[in-house]
């Protein structure tokens, strides 16, 4: 029934045990490694006559990797859950597959679940292609009139008809991950959990799998989906549950938000909209950067927020210590998924326009059209290379970065009041062309 309820866990927690050897001193007494190997027995022994589980180490430490999460799933919802890598999202997935019991609390589900938690997990390595679709399709609930009746498409989708019955141990990695998403993504549970089975393969086959993951959580079906590729993510799910370090930091009605929430707790304290030199950073035998800031055209903003629409500005101080014809400086710009927008270079333009880079301070600017990118947060690196030749700063190796935020100020128009969908909002002038007279086609013939 749409909009029932069909996973409810309440103030769900996981513990675990975790050892620590304690530091052992260069020279110690015989009586000292007696004492502690005594004390350690008796700690197993007590655990072992508890029923608790044997944990290797001097000393135990209690790990929660789940603590006091609440929260409901309705039929047909597709939930995506977010968060860093130890923040709980897999070990939340066990426990509603019953691979694992919880610690504390509860969950309800009411359905036929499957779970994509490992792909290529049951494959048998001397088994051909052929004889682990029937095993892993077993393994994962599916009936043996179901995988004949599926078997065509699994094969299909895996492209590897050619090698159905070569033995799997000879299959690629590529070729063994195709055929165990194949198996999977063909099952048909009334609640799918799906983990991280997108960032394998090549690019051609993550796109063919996040179009079969989109027939999955368009047809009707209740799908938890953890990913890392916050794109997909947006474009899989309505809502967004958000961990961090076990505990939950919110379930938010539209994926959009909770995504960017969850990014603006992920930028680095060390970035904001000004970044300056501490004397020796990036020192090098021609352009040393001093300064990288970011804000309004005609002001700086202190918190990187820009309201008003309008232009952009970077802005670099350096010092060129050395001429070079092929010298040039540059940015790149991230969305916040980290994702490359575009370069920009004091070269691109015609030559008689290029920036004098002669020795000396320098002092350069460029404006980003205003009115272009969508609501979020976004992030300039500071480039510099010697054209063909060298990288002076290179992109994602530590450069100056700065940061900026975009809210508001999209359009006039009383029609844009939310952000829309997309890394860009541009706003284009639209006109009307005079109307073309209808053609009478019986006159025509």
């Not at 095993?135 to 159905?164: P, T």
């Amino acid at each position: 029934m749409a909009g029932e309820v069909v996973i409810r866990a309440e103030r769900l927690g996981k513990k675990y045990l975790v050892g620590h050897e304690s530091e052992r001193e260069r020279y110690s007494a015989l009586r000292d490694a007696l004492a502690r190997s005594a004390r350690t027995l008796w700690r197993k022994t007590a655990d072992m006559v508890r029923g608790w589980p044997l944990v290797l180490g001097d000393t135990v430490e209690e790990f929660w990797a789940l603590k006091d999460l609440s929260f409901e799933v309705k039929s047909g919802e597709v939930l995506g859950i977010i968060g860093r890598n130890g923040a709980g999202k897999t070990t939340l997935l066990k426990i509603l597959s019953r691979i694992t019991e919880p610690s504390t609390g509860r969950v309800t589900i009411k359905g036929r679940v499957a779970s994509l938690l490992e792909v290529g997990t049951g494959f048998h390595p001397e088994l051909t292609g052929r004889e682990n679709i029937y095993l892993n399709g077993a393994i994962l609930g599916m009936s043996r009139a179901e995988i004949r009746r599926k078997f065509d498409e699994i094969v299909d989708f895996a492209e590897v008809e050619r090698f159905l019955d070569t033995p799997v141990k000879r299959y690629s990695s590529g070729m063994s991950v195709r055929l165990a998403f194949a198996i999977a993504a063909h099952l048909e549970p009334e609640i799918l959990f799906i983990d991280e089975v997108l960032a394998v393969g090549d690019a051609e086959f993550q796109k063919k799998c996040l179009g079969k993951m989109s027939e999955v959580a368009g047809g009707g079906r209740t799908v938890l989906f953890v990913s890392h590729q916050l794109n997909s993510v947006e474009r899989l799910c309505r809502r967004v549950l958000w961990l961090e370090r076990g505990r939950l930091q919110g379930v938010f009605p539209r994926a959009r938000e909770g995504i960017s929430r969850y990014l603006a707790a992920s930028v680095p304290e060390r970035e904001g909209s000004v970044w300056l030199s501490r004397g020796g950073d990036f020192d090098n035998a021609y352009f040393r950067p001093e300064r990288l800031e970011v804000g309004s055209a005609g002001g700086q903003s202190e918190s990187g927020l820009v309201l008003d629409g309008r232009p952009i500005e970077v802005r670099v101080t350096g010092l060129v210590r050395r001429a070079d014809p092929a010298l040039n400086v540059g940015i790149a710009v991230y969305d916040e998924s980290d994702q490359l927008l575009f370069w920009s270079f004091s070269s691109d333009q015609p030559q008689n326009h290029w920036p004098r880079l002669a020795p000396g301070p320098v002092r350069l600017r460029v404006a980003l059209p205003g009115r272009l990118l969508n609501e979020g947060t976004y992030h300039v690196e500071l480039l510099a290379s010697l054209h063909y030749r060298e990288w002076i700063l290179e992109p994602r190796k530590g450069v100056p970065t700065v940061t900026f935020s975009i809210r508001g100020g999209l359009s006039d128009s009383p029609y844009w009041y939310a952000k829309r969908d997309g890394i860009l909002a541009p706003v284009l002038a639209w006109e009307e062309l005079p109307a073309i007279e209808p053609v009478d086609l019986a006159l025509t013939s």
